[in-house]
């Protein structure tokens, strides 16, 4: 406990500290923190069990075969490797054939060391290019791709650190234009993950913190400056009940913060925090039931949802299945209920 007591401040402290990482004055004036950023589907939940638990997997515990919340969180997994392909559709009511694909997985090199990748793919539909006047110029399939490489590791019994390296491309328009341009930047994540031995009534504590997406600008014409990445910092924690052998019940809740500079005026958490809760009850290790609650702020992007999921396990395979259900008026003006899917396959 010594140990994670010097890293959990360390990483808390980003969520107090005036961002290095910023734009400049005149864009922080005339937009929010949201159209400050580029690639948003970086923040978007490919974990498709905690998206029916609130959106929380900062401090999860189980056999997530997904890093993109906590790369730290890997090492307490138990399997030796599997694989997990999600799709979470997106904006259904306004606009057709947006979604977001994944493909992840992890192999456990031994007992103290964890290493992972994925890839995700946000597909934005169809896109009609004007010019000034109007005129029709042509169509585009703009796209955004992220390719990730991770590796966790036990420090001791109970702590574990995780460090992800990520490659983002963002497809905007087909070659041709002149003086606009496909962008492509780099970026890290750092985790830890805390958790204590099960006392003798089955409970135990579970501990996250995560830096993510902190990197290079991308640009998208050769005039810009270039727009930062959707950098954010999140802690958390989570409560484990052991019923039985095999039933489990868990509480979570994570509070999550942008790393770049709030609009003038405006004090560095006004408006700008997401705070997901949920909770999950695992029936005989088969069945799981899920819900939770995620709330954005308007700078993120004003969200609420109410959360609900399901899952089914049965040998080598999980099925993970999440709807979202839209609250309050912010959310219930642009989205409707969200379906999405995820499978994992245990290879060893």
Request: with cysteine.
């Given at each position: 406990?010594?140990?994670?007591i010097?890293?959990?401040?360390?990483m808390?402290?980003?969520?107090?500290?005036?961002?290095?990482?910023?734009?400049?004055?005149?864009?922080?004036?005339?937009?929010?923190?949201?159209?400050?950023?580029?690639?948003?589907f970086?923040?978007?939940?490919?974990?498709?069990?905690?998206?029916?638990?609130g959106e929380?997997a900062?401090?999860?515990?189980?056999d997530n075969?997904?890093h993109?919340?906590?790369?730290?969180?890997m090492?307490?997994v138990?399997?030796?490797?599997?694989?997990?392909?999600?799709?979470?559709?997106?904006?259904?009511n306004l606009v057709?054939n947006?979604?977001?694909?994944?493909v992840?997985g992890?192999?456990?090199?031994?007992?103290n060391?964890?290493?992972s990748?994925?890839?995700?793919?946000?597909?934005?539909?169809?896109l009609?290019?004007?010019?000034?006047?109007?005129?029709?110029?042509?169509?585009?399939?703009?796209?955004?791709?992220?390719?990730?490489?991770s590796?966790a590791?036990?420090?001791?019994?109970?702590?574990?650190?995780?460090?992800?390296?990520r490659?983002?491309?963002?497809?905007?328009?087909?070659?041709?234009?002149?003086?606009?341009?496909?962008g492509s930047?780099?970026a890290?994540?750092?985790?830890?993950y805390?958790?204590?031995?099960?006392?003798s009534?089955?409970?135990?504590?579970?501990?996250?913190?995560?830096i993510?997406?902190?990197?290079?600008?991308?640009?998208?014409?050769?005039?810009?400056?270039?727009?930062?990445?959707?950098?954010t910092?999140?802690?958390?924690?989570?409560?484990?009940?052991?019923?039985?052998?095999?039933?489990?019940?868990?509480?979570?809740?994570?509070?999550?913060?942008?790393l770049?500079?709030?609009?003038p005026?405006?004090?560095?958490?006004?408006?700008?925090?997401?705070?997901?809760?949920?909770?999950?009850y695992?029936?005989?290790?088969?069945?799981?039931?899920?819900?939770?609650?995620?709330?954005?702020?308007?700078?993120?992007?004003?969200f609420?949802?109410i959360?609900?999921?399901?899952?089914?396990s049965?040998k080598?395979?999980?099925?993970?299945?999440?709807?979202?259900?839209?609250?309050?008026?912010?959310?219930?003006?642009?989205t409707?209920?969200?379906?999405?899917?995820?499978?994992?396959?245990?290879?060893?």
């Amino acid at each position: 406990m010594k140990k994670l007591i010097p890293l959990i401040s360390g990483m808390a402290c980003l969520l107090f500290a005036k961002p290095a990482f910023s734009q400049t004055t005149g864009d922080s004036v005339n937009a929010a923190a949201s159209s400050l950023t580029a690639a948003p589907f970086l923040r978007m939940n490919t974990d498709i069990r905690a998206a029916g638990i609130g959106e929380s997997a900062i401090a999860l515990p189980g056999d997530n075969a997904t890093h993109y919340a906590n790369p730290a969180r890997m090492v307490q997994v138990k399997n030796t490797s599997a694989i997990a392909i999600a799709y979470s559709p997106m904006a259904t009511n306004l606009v057709k054939n947006i979604a977001l694909y994944s493909v992840s997985g992890f192999y456990k090199t031994s007992e103290n060391e964890v290493i992972s990748g994925g890839i995700r793919y946000f597909k934005q539909g169809e896109l009609k290019l004007t010019g000034d006047q109007g005129d029709v110029l042509g169509q585009s399939s703009p796209y955004d791709m992220a390719i990730d490489a991770s590796y966790a590791r036990k420090l001791s019994e109970n702590l574990f650190l995780g460090a992800t390296f990520r490659y983002i491309y963002s497809h905007i328009v087909n070659t041709g234009y002149a003086g606009f341009q496909n962008g492509s930047a780099v970026a890290a994540d750092l985790g830890i993950y805390y958790q204590t031995k099960e006392n003798s009534e089955g409970q135990s504590w579970h501990l996250g913190a995560v830096i993510s997406n902190v990197g290079s600008k991308i640009k998208y014409s050769d005039n810009s400056n270039g727009y930062a990445l959707p950098s954010t910092a999140g802690v958390a924690a989570t409560f484990q009940q052991k019923l039985t052998d095999e039933d489990r019940l868990i509480f979570t809740a994570d509070a999550v913060s942008p790393l770049t500079a709030p609009v003038p005026g405006k004090g560095f958490f006004e408006q700008r925090m997401q705070y997901n809760v949920g909770g999950e009850y695992g029936y005989h290790n088969m069945l799981f039931v899920r819900a939770g609650y995620s709330s954005e702020s308007t700078e993120f992007s004003g969200f609420q949802f109410i959360t609900t999921g399901l899952g089914l396990s049965f040998k080598s395979c999980r099925i993970d299945m999440a709807y979202l259900i839209p609250s309050g008026n912010a959310t219930s003006a642009t989205t409707t209920s969200t379906f999405k899917l995820g499978f994992s396959f245990i290879i060893k």
